[in-house]
């Protein structure tokens, strides 16, 4: 069974997803709000029909449903507002991570956690930290995202097919993210083989700052997040032994420790299998280690 902890509109796009990739037979939608999970579950269990997709998906207000849980995605908290950082969330949602992931070790103790409540990497060491589970099992949704957003804006700049794009983030899922366009291809192509610096660091800022765009003209971000996060559950589930840039714990990888934040990882059955430490420039670590310092500072506020 999957549980998504948060029915609004990222757990349910995360239910949808992970239905229609048919990833597990039972999907636990969790909520504090009475009725809205329930009513998520009809909907989506509705549109499923139709589709002859037999997966079953329920609403629920009780954290001890999730018992025999293989992954547990939590989206609960406070969203982001316009004008609003991630880091303003911290506060908000830490105590609320804290509540949920004391449930998660009661009833779903050899689960494999998701984080995907802002702002992810301190929320993901929190969750970490909380559970005392070990690290390969904590797996942040936050580079998986932004990955997203970068593939669609090399596939604005160069014309060619999304499929052909081979691309990746890491850092801190924030305004210190790292897209890497030293590491992104267009079917084996060097991206600065096709394009100009110029508009590699425009590719940079655009990754960067598009969130907080969408934000600005929609309320949230939904349909992106939500597919994200049924990327790294098929990895698991399926035992994909996929790369994918997540948030977890380090302990000794790029040179940190006691701090989690976006790394590339092998994801499979066991959750993060290893972390691929990259050869970054100078310009790269700095950037990388300006979002470390990020997390740490915002964890060392609380």
Not at 158 to 177: F, N, P, Q, Y
């Amino acid at each position: 069974m999957i549980t998504i902890i948060g029915s609004g509109k990222v757990g349910g796009d995360a239910a949808l997803f992970s239905a229609l990739k048919k990833l597990d037979d039972e999907i636990l939608l969790l909520d504090v709000v009475k009725g809205l999970p329930q009513g998520e579950a009809m909907d989506l269990n509705h549109m499923l029909s139709e589709q002859g997709i037999d997966v079953n998906i329920r609403g629920s207000n009780d954290y001890s449903d999730m018992r025999g849980s293989k992954v547990v995605v939590i989206v609960a908290g406070s969203g982001r507002k316009p004008g609003m950082t991630r880091m303003d969330l911290l506060k908000i949602n830490a105590g609320i991570i804290k509540d949920v992931v004391e449930n998660i070790k009661k009833y779903a103790s050899d689960s494999i956690i998701v984080p995907v409540t802002n702002p992810l990497d301190p929320i993901v060491h929190i969750a970490y930290k909380t559970s005392g589970f070990d690290r390969n099992r904590i797996i942040g949704m936050g580079n998986m995202l932004d990955l997203s957003r970068f593939i669609q804006f090399i596939h604005e700049a160069t014309g060619h097919s999304r499929d052909s794009i081979r691309a990746l983030v890491i850092g801190e899922h924030g305004e210190s993210m790292l897209p890497l366009t030293r590491f992104s291809t267009v079917s084996g192509i060097p991206l600065s083989n096709i394009l100009s610096n110029e508009k590699l660091d425009q590719l940079v800022q655009d990754t960067r700052q598009v969130a907080a765009k969408v934000i600005e003209l929609k309320g949230a971000t939904v349909h992106a997040p939500g597919n994200a996060i049924s990327v790294i559950v098929e990895a698991i589930l399926k035992d994909r032994k996929k790369v994918i840039p997540i948030a977890t714990p380090l302990d000794g990888e790029y040179g940190q420790a006691n701090v989690s934040i976006g790394v590339p990882a092998v994801i499979g059955r066991k959750g993060v299998e290893k972390i691929i430490e990259l050869d970054l420039n100078q310009q790269e670590k700095e950037w990388f280690n300006k979002g470390i310092e990020s997390v740490k500072n915002a964890l060392a506020g609380i």
